[in-house]
């Protein structure tokens, strides 16, 4: 009898440690609101939802960034909110609002800490979202397009309850906007509460050995190039200072048609330094040439808010830093316009986005300039580095 409780004892511990060490999983969580805001307008009401999610195990991947930082998990979740509840006193029609939200995203599970058995998570993640109201549809003036980019970032506490179960506690901040494709765009911001249960699924996860990309050298010069779009505004009471008389609105229908021709082209160079495989720092210029400035006798068509522009060139300098994840990196930038004829007396600005390395020199490159805290305009294009010679070479 003993013999059979030790061997029933270590076939559930055996069974406990696989379960938790490397099984792929499905988690499912309700979703509670617990504020929803977003600037210039006050909002209220009550909002729920839910969130389904595949998440890839990482414990039997040997790639050097998700050991440095402990990766837990990769996971691919669908999520849903309804916010039909959602009104603002300051909006002449607040019923159904802002609808309801879906959103398709990527995260990645970082683990901070263990308290015994439970782990406490932090669990960023980017993707797309598609809300069912915009200005276009019920004049809200909150959302101007129905696909949004949405980003998330969330802290939970997991805890087993079985060698294949574990309930989740957490807390979430999410936020939806358009990065001013088309305007308005003031974005949507809540925090929620969720509470769920994730499901091993007996099948392993991905099993990679160390990444042999050689991404740069301790130090290198970086270049980018790329283009994007920014929105005009098309609602507004302005008066033109130079005449002092009202600006007509153009009609509804000019409203719902209208597309816009204000690209622009973003460049940077500058120098980056590498710290170690995981973080660089890099100080450079950024260039963003408008194709089209702003005209007081074509309001409405370059008109763009903060990122208005009365000539075509702003120019700043930035300080900032990569976080390298293999081919990937991270890249957070601020800066401040040493030139730059703006409606918006802000000049400081921030950059965020990512680049993915086809080559040791070249990648795709994907950001977001932030002129104050109002996005400014999207940006895709490439990467270029040119390394410095004998310096070291840094491997994941």
Not at 54 to 76: C, E, H, P, S
Not at 280 to 301: A, C, E, H, Q
């Amino acid at each position: 009898m003993k013999t059979y409780s030790f061997l029933f004892f270590l076939l559930i511990n055996l069974s406990y440690c696989f379960a938790q060490n490397n099984q792929n999983s499905i988690s499912i969580k309700a979703i509670q609101g617990i504020t929803i805001f977003t600037s210039d307008y006050q909002l209220k009401g009550n909002f729920y939802g839910g969130e389904i999610a595949y998440r890839l195990n990482m414990a039997n991947n040997d790639v050097g960034w998700i050991k440095t930082l402990n990766v837990k998990d990769v996971a691919i979740t669908a999520a849903w909110l309804n916010t039909q509840g959602i009104s603002s006193d300051q909006i002449s029609n607040p019923k159904r609002l802002i609808g309801s939200t879906y959103a398709a995203l990527t995260i990645v599970d970082f683990g901070i800490f263990n308290v015994g058995k439970t782990a406490f998570i932090f669990s960023p993640g980017i993707g797309f979202s598609y809300t069912t109201q915009t200005y276009y549809t019920n004049n809200n003036p909150l959302v101007g397009s129905h696909i949004n980019l949405a980003i998330q970032a969330g802290l939970r506490a997991e805890t087993p309850i079985s060698p294949s179960n574990k309930i989740m506690l957490g807390i979430d901040f999410f936020h939806y906007s358009n990065s001013a494709f088309k305007l308005p765009n003031y974005g949507i911001d809540n925090i929620n509460a969720s509470l769920g249960i994730t499901q091993n699924l007996h099948i392993s996860g991905p099993n990679r050995k160390a990444e042999t990309f050689d991404s740069d050298n301790k130090q290198s010069f970086e270049v980018s190039i790329g283009a994007g779009r920014r929105g005009f505004i098309q609602a507004g009471n302005y008066i033109n200072p130079q005449t002092g008389n009202p600006i007509p609105l153009p009609d509804s229908a000019a409203q719902k048609s209208a597309t816009s021709d204000l690209y622009l082209l973003g460049m940077y160079a500058g120098y980056a330094y590498r710290l170690n495989s995981i973080f660089s720092i890099k100080l450079g210029t950024d260039v963003v040439y408008y194709f089209k400035p702003f005209s007081y006798n074509d309001f409405y068509r370059t008109y763009q808010e903060s990122g208005t522009s009365f000539d075509h060139l702003a120019l700043g300098v930035s300080l900032g830093t990569d976080i390298w994840l293999g081919r990937m990196a991270l890249m957070f930038n601020y800066g401040y316009y040493l030139h730059y004829k703006t409606v918006d007396p802000t000049h400081y600005y921030w950059v965020l986005g990512g680049k993915y390395y086809l080559t040791n020199w070249m990648a795709l490159n994907a950001k977001i300039y932030i002129h104050g805290f109002e996005a400014h305009y999207a940006n895709f294009g490439f990467v270029f580095n040119i390394k410095k010679k004998n310096a070291n070479s840094i491997r994941d």
